[in-house]
């Protein structure tokens, strides 16, 4: 069974600074789809970044960007320039390609960013 | 814009009770999902269906059933519920194209079991 870790259940950062929230994963698949999604007070989900196992190429968007390494099973979440709005919880997301788009959460990471 | 529906948002439920909770989506999408989430647990996967017709378990299926009715609607059912069961729960889709990466959520429902 595929599962995620996300081992910092709490991370607070200083506004414009960078932080790194961690993420590892256990699967014994050869492909499949990661994502880090915001969640704020709101419940709302939303999707930061994803990246597809099969590209080395470490996935970035604006402000944020992962670190994939793909033997190690590890998905770390860097966010650059730390704003006020990034304060939310941030769930690591595993996607599975052969069971049936089975999709897995970890527990999430409350991000804290103090002004 | 609907996207994804559930319903009620908020239900009280005295043990042994059962119910339904409801979750309809307007974007064609193939694949849906029941969720719970919990302090500190974050989402857990209670069913899922990659299209109509199909259901699978996922981490947390005990005290639950699903019905995929169509491929718009996939309803989770509490048949005796048990204090355990209060949480929250959501319901999610999205397209099985591999280009469908974005996962629509509902409001979620919270539900308390006493």
């Known amino acids: 069974a595929q599962t995620v870790t996300q081992s910092q259940p709490e991370m607070s950062v200083q506004e414009a600074e960078t932080v790194t929230l961690s993420c590892t994963y256990d699967t014994s698949e050869s492909d499949y789809y990661l994502f880090w999604y915001k969640q704020p007070p709101s419940r709302q989900m939303i999707l930061v970044i994803r990246?597809?196992?099969?590209?080395?190429q470490n996935a970035t968007e604006n402000r944020f960007s992962v670190n994939f390494q793909k033997a190690a099973k590890s998905f770390s979440l860097k966010i650059s320039d730390s704003q006020l709005g990034d304060a939310a919880m941030y769930f690591c997301?595993?996607?599975?390609?052969?069971?049936?788009?089975?999709?897995?959460f970890g527990a999430g990471t409350i991000l804290r960013v103090k002004s | 814009n609907a996207g994804v529906t559930q319903t009620p948002k908020f239900q009280v439920l005295k043990t042994g009770q059962s119910m339904t909770l409801q979750c309809a989506q307007d974007?064609?999408?193939?694949?849906m999902y029941w969720y719970r989430q919990d302090p500190g647990m974050g989402l857990r996967l209670i069913y899922y269906s990659a299209s109509e017709g199909t259901t699978d378990k996922g981490e947390v299926p005990n005290g639950y059933n699903v019905s995929r009715l169509n491929k718009r609607e996939f309803s989770l059912r509490l048949e005796s519920a048990a204090p355990s069961q209060t949480s929250v729960y959501f319901c999610a889709s999205r397209t099985n194209h591999n280009s469908g990466n974005t996962i629509y959520f509902g409001e979620g429902s919270w539900l308390t079991v006493v």
């Open positions: 990246q597809e196992a099969y590209k080395q």
């Open positions: 997301a595993y996607r599975s390609l052969e069971y049936g788009n089975k999709l897995v």
């Open positions: 974007m064609n999408h193939n694949s």
